[in-house]
């Protein structure tokens, strides 16, 4: 939920919500649909709304308009609504965000009163879930992240785990079942208020405009029984509360213990990490499991690989075999893709480009500071010396090239804004000199030295 702070009674809530999950695996929670009535609860789901910022919605309305029509007044009419069984979600606003691969990727964009709803009900069914979920489960969890499941899978690959699935499933959250999804849900929540609007969410119509520029109302979901809208606040606990089924499921057959395969996940990324050469075992019994729950595999995109002989990516890094600069030695690590290399440049081409020239140098700088310090922070492990050197060298180009548009100068601008002008003088990130990337590389060399 960011870095607000929770008020003190929301946080007594959750605490006694998550002990009560925790110290009963199998109790089932009967009074929760009050609790998102409570103002306390949409207060601060309002404030986390705001904070995340995000589009407007089906209707159009922003949160300047809810702050001038009046904020409690506004919470209060929702809080009734609830309270009285009148609330209906809206329409979802279909958006379209480009991927790495040139696609697009749909986002479904609730209206504001959606948002805060989904949010109070995260901040009630959170607690209680995260008693569940488990521990190869990295995506949308407290004191886990991305970076977390790219060491686990590090960590993994130390210790012997070297035949690997490289999975991908096609349009996870488009096709997760709605009634199986609901018997998860159903499994630890029996207030039938509370699921009924976690039903009416998944069911909510989308909007989109057709060709003609007209908006048209469409009922896929519904009509499918099928999918979860990416954009939605309760999106992602869903999207767990489904995959946990998969990887308990993994655990509970013996397939971990028989084939010697971990499981790494990160939302609808996962690989398989196997000792000794059980990966075709593992992929075709994958296969049987997803086909089980109603999802399907992307074969063209799935496969296995051996490490040192292979390498794949996963979260943006390339895991595989690397060499020491110095020495020649090999080690395994992970290091930034060439995808992700590629991404970063291209981000930094955009904001360098002539368009921009109306910027203020420092402030391009700033903009260029975030992005670069980012992404930096992110692909901190293995060996990213080369791919900070490349990034700025570019960068630098980028710049000067930049400088000269801007002061209708002519030529490439080395000599009129050396580095010494970009890094003291605009303050300039300098990739190479960060600390985080030296801290990365030290625990590659812990890794390393468990390898030999």
Not at 66 to 85: D, P
Not at 156 to 185: N, Q, W
Not at 349 to 356: A, G, N, Q
Not at 367 to 385: E, S
Request: glycine share 6%; net charge positive; charged share 30%.
């Amino acid at each position: 939920m960011g870095n607000l702070a929770t008020p003190i009674s929301v946080r007594k809530l959750q605490t006694a919500l998550d002990a009560k999950a925790k110290e009963e695996p199998g109790v089932r929670f009967y009074a929760l649909y009050d609790k998102i009535c409570r103002m306390d609860v949409l207060r601060n789901a309002y404030a986390c709304c705001r904070a995340n910022k995000g589009a407007p919605g089906a209707d159009g309305m922003t949160f300047d308009d809810i702050e001038a029509y009046g904020r409690e007044r506004w919470l209060g009419e929702l809080a009734q609504e609830l309270q009285e069984g009148i609330y209906r979600p809206d329409a979802v606003r279909r958006a379209y965000i480009p991927k790495p691969n040139g696609k697009l990727r749909q986002l479904g964009i609730p209206r504001l009163a959606e948002r805060v709803c989904q949010t109070a009900a995260m901040l009630v069914l959170e607690p209680i879930f995260e008693a569940d979920l488990q521990p190869e489960q990295h995506a949308y969890r407290r004191d886990r992240n991305a970076q977390s499941a790219v060491l686990e899978v590090r960590e993994l690959l130390a210790c012997g785990y070297r035949d690997v699935v490289d999975a991908d499933l096609s349009g996870y959250f488009d096709t997760i079942p709605h009634a199986e999804l609901m018997k998860s849900v159903a499994r630890r929540v029996v207030d039938r208020r509370m699921l009924h609007l976690v039903k009416m969410w998944l069911e909510a119509p989308v909007e989109e405009l057709d060709e003609r520029g007209r908006k048209r109302r469409t009922t896929t979901n519904r009509d499918a029984k099928k999918g979860i809208p990416q954009g939605s606040p309760i999106s992602p606990l869903l999207s767990n509360l489904y995959m946990r089924r998969f990887i308990l499921g993994w655990k509970q057959t013996g397939l971990e213990r028989r084939l010697g395969a971990r499981i790494v996940n990160y939302a609808d990324d996962l690989v398989i990490c196997c000792r000794g050469k059980g990966a075709e075992t593992a992929l075709e019994s994958m296969r049987q499991m997803m086909t089980r729950l109603k999802l399907t595999i992307n074969e063209e995109k799935t496969r296995t690989c051996l490490i040192p002989d292979d390498k794949f990516d996963f979260l943006g890094y390339t895991f595989g075999l690397c060499y020491w600069q110095k020495t020649g030695r090999a080690y395994i690590a992970p290091r930034p893709s060439k995808k992700s290399v590629k991404r970063m440049i291209e981000a930094v081409h955009v904001e360098t480009d002539r368009k921009t020239t109306w910027l203020d140098a420092e402030e391009l700088v700033t903009r260029l500071n975030r992005k670069l310090g980012g992404w930096a922070n992110y692909f901190c492990y293995g060996p990213v010396a080369s791919a900070y050197r490349f990034i700025d060298w570019y960068t630098t180009n980028r710049l000067r090239r930049w400088l000269c548009k801007k002061h209708k100068q002519s030529g490439k601008g080395n000599e009129r804004y050396p580095d010494e002008y970009l890094y003291k003088h605009l303050r300039l990130i300098r990739l190479p000199m960060l600390p985080k990337a030296f801290r990365g590389r030290r625990h590659d060399v812990l890794s390393e030295s468990r390898m030999r």
